[in-house]
């Protein structure tokens, strides 16, 4: 039996960092990650219940999901990056980076979210 391992991994991001060039995420800011996304060749874009999604296939061929708050989310503006990863034994790894311009505790909760999504993601992967 082959034994799989999941690790998350997350940075988040808050307002004051949302203007240095460089953030967790590659971007300075949501505008500019959602606008660069849209217009590269490698990425499907997809609105699902008003959050922008993109997903894009990063380096060695991981799969990166972008999640993108919808105007008059509680944590807008605010992007999510996901980058899941296979080792060569198998192990999966998803990392999480974040900027967030809500309040703390608005940004807080979006991120509780996203690592409970990376749990399901985690217990759905030991099924298989």
């Known amino acids: 039996m082959k034994t799989l391992m999941v690790t998350t991994v997350f940075t988040v ?24 996304l849209k217009k590269r060749n490698d990425t499907k874009v997809t609105v699902k219940l008003g959050w922008t999604i993109v997903k894009q296939r990063g380096e060695n061929n991981f799969l990166v999901l972008w999640s993108f708050t919808p105007k008059g989310h509680y944590a807008h503006p605010a992007a999510v990056k996901r980058t899941v990863e296979r080792d060569s034994s198998g ?38």
């Open 91 to 128: 192990n999966v790894y998803i990392q999480m980076a974040a900027i967030c311009g809500a309040a703390k505790s608005s940004c807080d909760k979006l991120m509780q979210q996203f690592r409970q999504l990376n749990q399901n993601i985690k217990n759905d992967l030991k099924k298989k």
């Open 13 to 36: 991001v808050v307002a004051t960092a949302l203007q240095a060039e460089g953030t967790a995420i590659g971007y300075p800011t949501y505008e500019a990650a959602l606008e660069a």
